[in-house]
């Protein structure tokens, strides 16, 4: 959606093609009849520093539609708790009030995490090459972060920020992750919640959006293949339905998943779009399970648990407009799930139910609560160090084929952000095209 925008905004005529019947991509909501309230595919988070997201959900009238918590987040471990709380401290100040009521951690602790910090940041700008061959915790253990440390304060910022355990994650997107969120305006740390279903952020407003900008939107047309002449231009389309597009470009806003089962000009997507096709097929999922309770709940509107399956409880009632006519609903969050994979949705529920018991104890006894269990198998891309070492930019070897999405190589990890971010690079790879030969593309068309 944001590429398709951009595009139109800069002139060229756009049409989109989407296998579904909405938008929103990852991103969506539906409605939970016996709910009363739309359901999010999981909880989506957004950062302050989210800059291109944030542009983007000004640019179709959305951005009312968020809800800035600001960095105020609580941590629980067996017995114990801690709250990162920036206050209104302003930068660089924040990161240090944040840390320092932060009580997981011993007063030595938060000194060296936050000495960590900087480390960390001067370490990514000196030598990003080690970064880029390091995991987080090879590069959090050599900046002398304790295991407890790491525990209670980085793996979980880690996990939630990049989806996959610190000991396989990058250290370079996770650095871009520590620099750009903590080490720069107060409000870049803020955490920023939908307040409305995702639907209603997203899909709806953008599907607005683009039929204001004159995109023309073709739900339900999946692409299978991308056509090419013989010159190796790239001239359209054609649909699982048989439908054909011409176009003077195509942009490729797909998961690479779905890039590998694409047909470019009679052969595999593999075969012409190189080799990280086959590299970056490996997806980690996300398992969500959304709880509606009896009667409201008392919680702050995002709680961590440590050392347990479930990792962040949302209580959506302290966030979200146009809340259930009575109880709460909250959304735990268990993202790099793949150690759920072939649980029933009873064992889910009953492991998360008996850790809400244990950690969460004011939501009481979860008698006549509801569960609806969400699992996104390709939730993100690996951000391993050797996916993230394959990822492509937007230019293919096919003149006129470009790719988008969150997991190009924009430099953050395979985020709302990314994919945002991706939308410029698109357009900035599409006018560069313009000089080879085709100077009416603006004119012209992109699918
Ligand atoms: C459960 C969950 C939680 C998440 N939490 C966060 C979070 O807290 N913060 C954050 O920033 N990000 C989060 N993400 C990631 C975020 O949703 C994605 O980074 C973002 O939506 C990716 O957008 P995209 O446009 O690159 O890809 P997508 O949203 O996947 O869009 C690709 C589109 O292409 C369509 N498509 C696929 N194949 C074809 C075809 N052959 N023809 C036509 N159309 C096709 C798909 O239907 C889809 O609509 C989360 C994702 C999930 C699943």
């Known amino acids: 959606m944001a590429t398709a925008l951009r595009l139109a905004d800069g002139g060229h005529r756009v049409r989109l093609l989407e296998r579904r019947p909405f938008l929103g991509g990852r991103a969506y909501s539906f409605p939970e009849t016996s709910w009363d309230v739309g359901v999010d595919n999981g909880q989506h988070a957004l950062l302050g520093c989210y800059r291109e997201t944030l542009g983007f959900l000004e640019r179709i009238g959305a951005a009312d539609r968020l809800h800035w918590l600001g960095l105020r987040v609580e941590l629980r471990e067996a017995g114990r708790r801690g709250v990162l709380d920036a206050g209104r401290t302003p930068a660089p100040f924040h990161l240090v009030r944040a840390l320092g009521g932060y009580r997981l951690l011993s007063r030595a602790e938060r000194l060296r995490a936050a000495t960590g910090a900087v480390r960390l940041v001067v370490a990514w700008k000196r030598d990003p090459a080690r970064l880029a061959r390091e995991t987080v915790t090879e590069l959090l253990e050599r900046l002398g972060q304790t295991e407890a440390i790491r525990r209670r304060l980085w793996d979980p910022i880690a996990i939630a920020a990049l989806n996959v355990h610190p000991s396989r994650a990058s250290a370079a997107l996770f650095a871009v992750v520590v620099e750009r969120a903590f080490f720069g305006r107060t409000r870049d740390a803020a955490i920023v919640l939908p307040a409305a279903p995702l639907a209603d952020v997203f899909g709806g407003p953008g599907a607005a959006a683009l039929g204001r900008a004159g995109v023309d939107v073709v739900a339900r047309s999946t692409v299978q293949s991308v056509r090419v002449e013989e010159s190796g231009r790239v001239v359209g389309v054609r649909t699982r339905a048989g439908a054909s597009y011409d176009a003077d470009a195509v942009v490729l806003a797909l998961p690479p998943p779905a890039i590998a089962r694409l047909d470019v000009g009679g052969r595999p997507a593999s075969a012409v779009l190189g080799s990280w096709v086959g590299a970056l097929q490996t997806s980690v999922p996300i398992v969500s399970v959304h709880v509606a309770t009896e009667a409201p709940v008392a919680l702050p509107a995002m709680v961590g648990l440590l050392g347990t399956t479930t990792q962040w409880v949302f209580h959506t009632d302290r966030f979200r407009e ?103 690079l698109v357009a900035g790879a599409l006018d560069r095209l313009e000089p080879l030969g085709r100077p009416d593309l603006r004119r012209g068309e992109a699918a």
């Open 322 to 424: 146009g809340r259930r006519s009575r109880g709460s609903l909250l959304s735990c969050v268990v993202s790099d799930a793949g150690a759920l994979e072939g649980w029933d949705d009873a064992a889910v529920i009953d492991r998360v139910g008996a850790e809400l018991a244990a950690l969460v104890p004011e939501l009481g006894p979860l008698r006549g609560a509801r569960f609806h269990v969400v699992r996104e198998r390709h939730a993100t891309m690996a951000a391993t160090v050797e996916a993230t070492a394959a990822r492509p930019g937007v230019e293919t070897p096919c003149p006129g084929l470009v790719l988008a999405g969150d997991w190009v190589r924009t430099g953050l990890p395979a985020t709302l952000e990314s994919a945002a971010a991706s939308a410029g």
